[in-house]
C-alpha cells in the first residue's frame, strides 16, 4: 500500500486533468520555474489545504519522477511533530481515496458585500446637487435649439450671437409647451423633439442628485418626491428668468405660463428618475393590482408600437417626396447654413409629424389649418408653408390600400396583446422551493407552472385599450397648437377623437392577439 500525496490524487486519467495545470506544465510556461504551488480544491470535496498541509506532504513523502503508473517512495521521511506544522497532524490516505476535510460538503453561503457606512459617505446637500444639475440639463438642451435657430436665421440675413441667443431661447420655451406672441400672431406649435430632449436630460437630472444625496436603492418614496420638487422649482425658476429676459415688443411671452410650465415639465420627468434610482418604482408597482400593472404596461406597448408604424409611415411618405423636399429646400437661396438649419427644423417638428401620422393610421387624421382634413378617406388642405416635412403629405384620399393602412395599428395591437401573453406565460413561479421559468423547468421532474388565468389575461388586455388611448390622447394634445393667426391657426389632430378610437381599437385588438397567444402556444416541454 504506497501513500499518494493528496494534492494529486491517483486514478485521475490523462484526459481529465485540470487544465490550468495542464497549461502551466507546458514547457517554456513561465510557471516551469516558479515554486509549486498548494493544490487546488476538489471538486465535490470542499477540501483546501492550507500552506503547512502542503510542506508536510513535501517534507514527508518523497518519490522520484518515472516513466511508471505510479509513484515509487523513496525513503520516506518520519512525519515532523504536530507542532512544527501549526498543530496539523500528517494523514495517511489510501490509493484512490480522497481526502476528507471536517469543511467538506458544506453549504456554500453568500456574503454580503462590504459596502461603506452610511455615515462615511460624503451627500451633497440637496439644494446645491439639484441646481446644478437642473442648470446643466437647461444647458444641454438649450443649446442645440440655439445653434439651429442661428443657422436658420441666416435666411433673413440676421446673423449674430446676440440674436440667436434671444432667438434660442424663444425656441427653448416654445419646446415646453410656453406660446410666444409675435407680429403675425401666437407660436404654440411646440417641436416635440426638444420637448423629448429637455425631459431626458431632467430624467437623468432626477437620477444623478438622488445618487448624490445618497438616496439610490433606498426605495424611499419620500426622498424621490423631495428631488422632483427642487428640480422642478429649479427649473422654474430658470424657465422665469429666461422668458423675463426675451419678454420684449418683438416676442410676447407670459413670465407666469412659463414658470408653471417648465416647473411642471421638471417636477415630471425628474420624478420618474428619481423613482427609478431609489428603486421606490419597483416598489409603487408591487402594490398595484396584477391586472391593473400588466394593463398600464401593455397600453403602454400598445401606443408606442402605434406612434413607431406612424414614424416609419412619415419616413417612407418624406422619403417617396424626396424630390419635392430637394425642391422646397433649394428654395431658399440662403447657402448651405440657412439650408440647414430649415431642414434641422423641419427634424425638430418630425415627432409630430410622427404622432400625426398615427392618427392618420387610426382614422381621425389630422388638420393643417382651419377647415381642412388630412384622413385616409379626406384631403383637403389650403396653402402650406414651404417645408421639406410637409412634401410627406399623401396627394389624395386613399382607395383599397386605405383599407391595408387601417389595419396597420389594428395589427400594432394584436401584436402587444400577444406580448402580454407571452410575458404572462415566462414569469417565474416557486415550484417545490425553486423558481422555475414558465418555458424551461429547472430540474427534470418539476411540475411546468400553471397557464395564466383567462380572467387575468383578458382583464389585462381590456385595461390597455384606455391606457393607450391616454398616451395616445396626451401626445396628439402635445404634437398640437397654433402657427399664428389665420389659417394656420388649428394645426395637429383632436385630441379627445384620437383617444377614443384609440381606447375602442387597443381594447379589441389587444384581447384578441392575448387570446391568441393564450390558445395557441407552443406546449412547454418535460
Same mark, same amino acid.
Given at each position: 500500500m504506497m501513500p499518494t500525496p493528496p494534492d494529486r490524487p491517483a486514478g485521475r486519467s490523462a484526459g481529465s486533468e485540470d487544465p490550468i495545470e495542464a497549461a502551466e506544465a507546458r514547457p517554456g510556461s513561465p510557471a516551469d520555474d516558479a515554486a509549486p504551488r498548494p493544490p487546488s480544491v476538489e471538486a465535490g470535496t470542499g477540501y483546501n489545504p492550507s500552506d503547512e498541509d502542503f510542506d508536510i506532504v513535501?517534507?514527508?513523502?518523497?518519490?522520484?519522477?518515472?516513466?511508471?503508473?505510479?509513484?515509487?517512495?523513496?525513503?520516506p521521511a518520519p512525519a515532523p511533530p504536530a507542532a512544527a506544522?501549526?498543530?496539523?497532524?500528517?494523514?495517511?490516505?489510501?490509493?484512490?481515496?480522497?481526502?476528507?476535510?471536517p469543511t467538506a460538503n458544506r453549504e456554500?453561503?453568500?456574503?454580503?458585500?462590504?459596502?461603506r457606512s452610511a455615515e462615511s459617505r460624503r451627500r451633497a446637500p440637496l439644494p446645491v446637487a439639484a441646481a446644478f444639475a437642473t442648470i446643466w440639463a437647461a444647458l444641454l438642451s438649450y443649446v442645440p435649439v440655439a445653434a439651429v435657430i442661428g443657422l436658420a436665421r441666416t435666411l433673413e440675413g440676421q446673423g449674430g450671437l446676440g440674436g440667436a441667443a434671444h432667438a434660442g431661447l424663444a425656441g427653448w420655451l416654445l419646446g415646453h409647451g410656453v406660446p410666444i406672441g409675435t407680429s403675425i400672431g401666437p407660436l404654440g406649435l411646440a417641436p416635440l423633439l426638444l420637448t423629448l430632449l429637455a425631459g431626458w436630460r431632467l430624467n437623468r437630472a432626477g437620477l444623478h442628485v438622488t445618487r448624490a444625496i445618497g438616496a439610490r436603492r433606498s426605495g424611499s418614496q419620500r426622498a424621490a418626491l423631495l428631488v422632483a420638487g427642487a428640480i $422642478?422649482?429649479?427649473?422654474?425658476?430658470? #424657465? @422665469?428668468?429666461?422668458? +423675463?429676459?426675451?419678454?420684449?415688443?418683438? /416676442?410676447?411671452?407670459?413670465?407666469?405660463?412659463? $414658470?408653471?410650465?417648465?416647473?411642471?415639465? #421638471? @417636477?415630471?420627468?425628474? +420624478?420618474?428618475?428619481?423613482?427609478?434610482? /431609489?428603486?421606490?418604482?419597483?416598489?409603487?408597482?408591487r402594490r398595484i393590482p396584477q391586472p391593473l400593472r400588466h394593463g398600464l404596461r401593455t397600453g403602454v406597448v400598445a401606443a408606442l408600437l402605434i406612434v413607431a408604424a406612424g414614424a416609419v409611415f412619415t419616413g417612407l411618405s418624406v422619403a417617396i417626396g424626396g424630390k419635392q423636399a430637394a425642391d422646397m429646400i433649394s428654395a431658399y437661396r440662403t447657402g448651405v447654413a440657412g439650408q440647414a438649419g430649415i431642414t434641422l427644423v423641419s427634424l425638430a417638428y418630425g415627432a409630430n409629424a410622427a404622432v400625426w401620422a398615427a392618427a392618420y393610421l387610426l382614422g381621425p387624421g389630422f388638420a393643417l389649418g382651419t377647415d381642412s382634413a388630412v384622413r385616409l378617406t379626406e384631403l383637403t388642405v389650403g396653402p402650406l408653408p414651404t417645408l421639406p416635412l410637409l412634401a410627406g403629405l399623401p396627394n389624395g384620399p386613399m382607395g383599397a390600400s386605405g383599407a391595408l393602412l387601417l389595419a396597420v395599428p389594428v395589427l400594432a395591437a394584436m401584436l402587444a396583446g400577444w406580448l402580454l401573453t407571452r410575458r404572462l406565460m415566462t414569469v417565474h413561479h416557486v415550484v417545490a422551493g425553486h423558481l422555475v421559468d414558465g418555458r424551461h423547468p429547472a430540474r427534470t421532474g418539476d411540475t411546468p407552472p400553471a397557464e395564466p388565468a383567462w380572467p387575468l389575461v383578458l382583464t389585462s388586455a381590456v385595461l390597455a385599450g384606455p391606457v393607450a388611448g391616454i398616451v395616445l390622447g396626451t401626445l396628439s394634445w402635445l404634437s398640437s397648437g397654433p402657427l399664428g393667426n389665420g389659417r394656420m391657426a388649428q394645426i395637429g389632430p383632436v385630441p379627445w377623437q384620437v383617444a377614443l378610437v384609440a381606447t375602442a381599437v387597443v381594447a379589441v385588438c389587444a384581447c384578441i392577439g392575448a387570446a391568441a397567444g393564450r390558445a395557441f402556444r407552443a406546449p412547454v416541454h418535460k
Open positions: 513535501r517534507d514527508t513523502v518523497a518519490f522520484s519522477v518515472r516513466p511508471s503508473a505510479l509513484p515509487t517512495p523513496v525513503s506544522a501549526g498543530g496539523q497532524a500528517t494523514v495517511r490516505v489510501k490509493v484512490g481515496e480522497r481526502p476528507q476535510h456554500t453561503v453568500k456574503l454580503p458585500s462590504q459596502r $422642478g422649482v429649479a427649473y422654474g425658476s430658470i #424657465g @422665469l428668468l429666461a422668458a +423675463l429676459m426675451i419678454d420684449s415688443k418683438g /416676442t410676447n411671452v407670459a413670465p407666469l405660463r412659463a $414658470g408653471l410650465n417648465l416647473f411642471l415639465a #421638471g @417636477l415630471i420627468f425628474s +420624478l420618474i428618475g428619481s423613482l427609478r434610482s /431609489t428603486e421606490a418604482l419597483v416598489v409603487l408597482a
